[in-house]
């Protein structure tokens, strides 16, 4: 299964996500991660969408995708070919004998701490998608309270055509 990350520009109305997301339901392809967000015209959104499958479900995806009347253009990258974040705030409940195992992982993934309580703390972290999910993994020993995550965003990587 190749995972591909599909950079959709649409026009930015109401109900354009829905129909996007309904042509993924009807057509039984998954969504992995959909990030959705003005461009720098305010009449144009970029959903970044990321979804895996085999050859045939690619391809289909991106044929489907540009047969959508709201849609202005679709870019098809593998993982190699963008520059991808993902941005989480994970709220953890702390004590004072693991205050410091918090704030060294912190530091050790370049997470800020962004607002804290006697005994909570929120974090922040910007990063690839593998990243994010190490984060929760090593702050699964702690109190995890709450975690929300954007989709991937992605960018096609520079080039001197661009």
């Given at each position: 299964?190749?995972?591909?990350?599909?950079?959709?520009?649409?026009?930015?109305?109401?109900?354009?996500?829905?129909?996007?997301?309904?042509?993924?339901?009807?057509?039984?392809?998954?969504?992995?991660?959909?990030?959705?967000?003005?461009?720098?015209?305010?009449?144009?959104?970029?959903?970044?969408?990321?979804?895996s499958g085999d050859q045939h479900t690619?391809?289909?995806?991106?044929?489907?995708?540009?047969?959508?009347?709201?849609?202005?253009?679709?870019?098809?990258?593998?993982?190699?070919?963008?520059?991808?974040?993902?941005l989480m705030l994970i709220k953890v409940?702390?004590?004072?004998?693991?205050?410091?195992?918090?704030?060294?992982?912190?530091?050790?993934?370049?997470?800020?701490?962004?607002?804290?309580?006697?005994?909570?703390?929120?974090?922040?972290?910007?990063?690839?998608?593998?990243?994010?999910?190490?984060?929760?993994?090593?702050?699964?020993?702690?109190?995890?309270?709450?975690?929300?995550?954007?989709?991937?965003?992605?960018?096609?990587?520079?080039?001197?055509?661009?």
């Amino acid at each position: 299964m190749k995972k591909k990350i599909y950079s959709v520009l649409v026009e930015n109305r109401s109900g354009v996500l829905s129909k996007v997301a309904g042509l993924f339901s009807r057509r039984n392809f998954n969504i992995e991660s959909l990030a959705v967000g003005e461009t720098d015209a305010k009449d144009v959104s970029c959903m970044t969408i990321v979804s895996s499958g085999d050859q045939h479900t690619i391809e289909q995806i991106e044929k489907q995708l540009n047969k959508k009347i709201d849609v202005i253009k679709v870019k098809t990258f593998d993982e190699s070919q963008v520059i991808a974040r993902e941005l989480m705030l994970i709220k953890v409940k702390y004590n004072k004998t693991n205050r410091r195992d918090v704030m060294e992982i912190c530091d050790i993934m370049k997470a800020q701490i962004v607002d804290m309580s006697k005994h909570f703390m929120m974090i922040q972290l910007c990063d690839v998608p593998e990243r994010t999910s190490l984060m929760i993994s090593m702050l699964q020993s702690i109190s995890i309270v709450e975690v929300a995550r954007t989709g991937t965003l992605a960018l096609g990587k520079c080039q001197e055509n661009d």
